[in-house]
């Protein structure tokens, strides 16, 4: 089975950086999307960056687009979110996904990480 563990989440004044680290395990994939949700207290969990194994293309929501830079490393089966100048209004529960087919499947799989929580003081 595909896990992910999400490590790095932390407390940063607005306009600091922090980075966010997704492990996975279990993972023999080529067909895939990875990527990063968050949750805030009371809203629904949103997308904010991912990466497309077809063409590696990425995705950026619209708050994000400028400050947050998602990247993987096949090699190690690792994915990165660096956030910079981060704002009160990027507090939240960020989790790592992976939508994928594991390598002689036929049926696709959507995994969670655990969340890690990010805290920005104004």
């Known amino acids: 089975d595909v896990q992910l563990q999400a490590s790095g989440g932390g407390l940063v004044q607005a306009g600091g950086s922090l980075k966010l680290s997704c492990a996975a395990s279990g993972f023999t994939s080529d067909d895939y999307v990875i990527g990063w949700f968050r949750q805030a207290p009371g809203k629904e969990r949103e997308g904010v960056a991912s990466i497309s194994s077809s063409d590696g293309s990425t995705y950026y929501a619209d708050s994000v687009k400028g400050r947050f830079t998602i990247s993987s490393d096949n090699a190690k089966n690792t994915m990165d979110l660096l956030m910079d100048t981060l704002q009160p209004e990027d507090t939240a529960v960020y989790y790592c996904?992976?939508?994928?087919?594991?390598?002689?499947?036929?049926?696709?799989?959507?995994?969670w990480g655990q969340g890690t929580q990010v805290t920005v003081s104004s």
């Open positions: 996904n992976a939508n994928l087919r594991q390598n002689g499947a036929s049926v696709w799989e959507n995994v």
